[in-house]
């Protein structure tokens, strides 16, 4: 028996971006028919689609441009993931509810698709910082390797068998390496 989707369970209402709410509507313009497609904007480079959810008042969560930098090097351009940041209490009880872990974990992944890839990764942020610190780990790098890894996960890459966690570790390195981090494991 397979677990409910968490998709309700983590998700929440989005506010409008601040450019929305700020922008005027716009008329149609005479010269340009209402049903034509819109170009892609110049600044958007192709990619995968990343909702970032930030729940976790912490101030030293990377960028969103970080975080969408580390995940698109991690999964295929038309993958559709949700990223959600959170605190120790969220962390604890969706490990408990998903895995039966009683304790916050680093990272959780929820894949919902194969083809094409679409998933949650719920980090919790807390946790990544105690481990930064105990293993003396610059705390970006860890962020970094955590995304990377919770990306995998949803390729259904594992690390529970020794086989697949050799090879799970070979492509995080890989992948951690063109970003310009160091080798996660050493």
Request: proline share 10%.
């Amino acid at each position: 028996m397979t677990a409910p989707s968490p998709r309700r369970a983590v998700s929440s209402p989005q506010k409008p971006s601040p450019r929305r709410a700020v922008s005027s509507p716009q008329k149609p313009s005479p010269r340009r028919a209402v049903s034509s497609p819109q170009k892609p904007s110049p600044r958007r480079r192709p990619g995968p689609n990343l909702l970032i959810q930030r729940i976790s008042r912490s101030a030293a969560i990377p960028s969103d441009a970080l975080l969408r930098r580390w995940a698109g090097a991690a999964v295929p351009a038309d993958a559709e993931v949700t990223l959600r940041i959170v605190g120790p209490t969220e962390g604890r009880r969706l490990n408990r509810e998903y895995r039966g872990k009683d304790y916050a974990t680093n990272v959780l992944s929820f894949p919902y698709a194969a083809k094409p890839l679409a998933g949650d990764i719920v980090i919790c942020a807390a946790v990544v910082a105690r481990e930064a610190r105990e293993q003396g780990k610059e705390l970006r790098a860890h962020y970094a390797h955590l995304v990377v890894h919770g990306c995998l996960h949803l390729q259904g890459m594992d690390h529970e068998a020794e086989g697949e966690a050799a090879r799970m570790e070979r492509r995080e390195r890989r992948i951690l390496a063109q970003l310009g981090f160091a080798d996660p494991y050493r």
